[in-house]
């Protein structure tokens, strides 16, 4: 059996790098960077004013500005994990690639096409990986 790459850090750290990249665009998870709360918080003061001003018809009005608003404000603001992963530190990286590691502690691979199709094929360990990514970004981005 070909050795593991769990010996060879700065790799592993690549291939993990990789994998998450490939599950994030899998499953088509982007998020919010800025201004999210911002247009949030607009959209439905603009639909309270509509609602007290016009009533039920006020609020229609209200929430088609608002979401046109909130939308205005957000453009451009939204990352797709992969852009996001791919500028974090070297020291982020190495802590992200700790924590998949510690999932995927008893898995053996040689490169990261091997890791990427073994996780994959594996869909409660491909829901570990996303769910330990989308909790590692939204604390990391407080997004």
Not at 19 to 41: Q, Y
Not at 89 to 118: F, H, S, V
Request: net charge positive; charged share 20%.
């Amino acid at each position: 059996m070909p050795p593991s790459r769990h010996s060879e850090m700065p790799v592993m750290v690549e291939d993990i790098m990789k994998l998450l990249c490939s599950i994030s665009e899998h499953e088509k998870i982007k998020t919010a960077v800025k201004h999210s709360k911002r247009a949030a918080v607009l959209g439905a003061s603009i639909i309270f004013v509509g609602g007290l001003v016009g009533g039920p018809q006020g609020i229609a009005v209200g929430g088609i500005i608002g979401g046109v608003l909130g939308a205005w404000m957000t453009r451009g603001q939204f990352q797709s994990i992969p852009q996001i992963l791919m500028e974090l530190p070297p020291a982020e990286r190495q802590k992200l690639a700790k924590e998949a590691t510690n999932i995927l502690r008893d898995l053996e691979w040689t490169d990261a096409g091997q890791l990427i199709r073994k996780v994959m094929a594996n869909e409660a360990l491909k829901q570990k990986l996303l769910a330990m990514l989308v909790g590692y970004v939204s604390k990391w981005l407080k997004a």
